[in-house]
């Protein structure tokens, strides 16, 4: 038998044999298993596709970061201003409603309600809040810029980062 009579009648068992699953694909008949032969063959859509973090979600993470960051400086530095009514008013509120009213400016003005930017809000903030005095840990002369050395100190000491000065008796 030529070479060429053998690939020609390979090719049409080939093409019967896909006739008859589709066949009884559609009749709703399943062969058993038989033998896996190709990983390829298998249609790309049967794959479970990996699951990704939005980049909304880790945008707003960043949003809330920074947002509970600003909120606290500003606290701060309002606190140390001169004495003003508006100064006196934010110094007075503290961060978190600082950190609220950015929140809705941001939620509401730029349209951040759904729920990748609402989850990555509420993952931001908390971190924010606990982590601030590790940062400070991490880059203290950036802190100390944005706060005062006092303060800084202080932050890392309730964060028990850095022992109390003893003070000899």
């Given at each position: 038998m030529l070479d060429s009579d053998r690939?020609?009648?390979?090719?049409?068992?080939?093409?019967?044999?896909?006739q008859t699953?589709?066949?009884?694909?559609?009749?709703?008949?399943?062969?058993?298993?038989?033998?896996?032969t190709h990983m390829s063959a298998a249609p790309k859509a049967a794959m479970?596709?990996?699951r990704r973090i939005p980049l909304g979600g880790t945008l707003a993470l960043v949003l809330g970061l920074a947002i509970l960051l600003g909120a606290n400086v500003t606290a701060f530095q309002a606190g140390n201003a001169p004495t003003g009514f508006f100064a006196r008013?934010?110094?007075?509120?503290?961060?978190?409603?600082?950190?609220?009213?950015?929140?809705?400016v941001l939620m509401i003005g730029?349209?951040?309600?759904?729920?990748?930017h609402v989850i990555g809000l509420a993952l931001g903030l908390?971190?924010?809040?606990?982590?601030?005095?590790?940062?400070a840990w991490l880059a203290p002369e950036?802190?100390?810029?944005?706060?005062?050395?006092?303060?800084?100190?202080?932050?890392?000491?309730?964060?028990?980062?850095?022992?109390?000065?003893?003070?000899?008796l």
């Open positions: 690939q020609k009648q390979e090719f049409q068992a080939r093409v019967q044999r896909i699953r589709l066949l009884e694909e559609q009749s709703g008949k399943q062969r058993p298993a038989t033998r896996l479970k596709p990996r008013a934010l110094a007075s509120a503290g961060p978190l409603p600082i950190a609220g009213a950015m929140l809705f730029l349209g951040m309600r759904d729920k990748p908390p971190l924010m809040y606990f982590g601030e005095p590790y940062l950036l802190w100390v810029q944005m706060y005062s050395a006092d303060h800084v100190d202080t932050m890392l000491i309730q964060a028990g980062l850095r022992a109390p000065p003893v003070v000899p």
